[in-house]
């Protein structure tokens, strides 16, 4: 079992940052890909960027220049630095991993609103 818990969303104006994270349980943290989410309402599930657990990564075109994800094996947790903000990444984030023999794992989501 993993029991992912997200936290850094809110309201910020177009233009400006935010840091998403999310804190997985479970001690194989390291060989996990980490994968964030969003989905905005009226729209389908969307993926945002991906961390391997050798570290390379891959990102939505458009996100690419202006968000990083990364993560800190020793904190079980994965990280997603958003720049830049636009309105149409306004969304509910997820973090997510997939575990062999057991599948998708979600955490509750957290809500980014870039709004002027």
């Known amino acids: 079992q993993v029991q992912l818990v997200e936290s850094g969303g809110g309201l910020v104006q177009p233009g400006g940052s935010l840091r998403l994270s999310c804190v997985a349980s479970?001690?194989?943290?390291?060989?996990?890909?980490m994968r964030w989410y969003r989905q905005a309402p009226g729209n389908q599930r969307e993926l945002v960027a991906v961390?391997?657990?050798?570290?390379?990564?891959w990102y939505l075109d458009s996100v690419k220049d202006r968000f990083a994800i990364s993560r800190d094996n020793a904190k079980n947790t994965v990280f997603l630095y958003m720049n830049v903000l636009k309105p149409e990444d306004t969304a509910v984030y997820y973090c997510?991993?997939?575990?062999?023999?057991?599948?998708?794992?979600w955490g509750q989501g957290t809500q980014v609103t870039v709004s002027s």
């Open positions: 479970g001690s194989i943290f390291r060989v996990y890909a």
């Open positions: 997510n991993t997939y575990v062999a023999g057991e599948g998708d794992y």
């Open positions: 961390i391997q657990s050798d570290g390379d990564t």
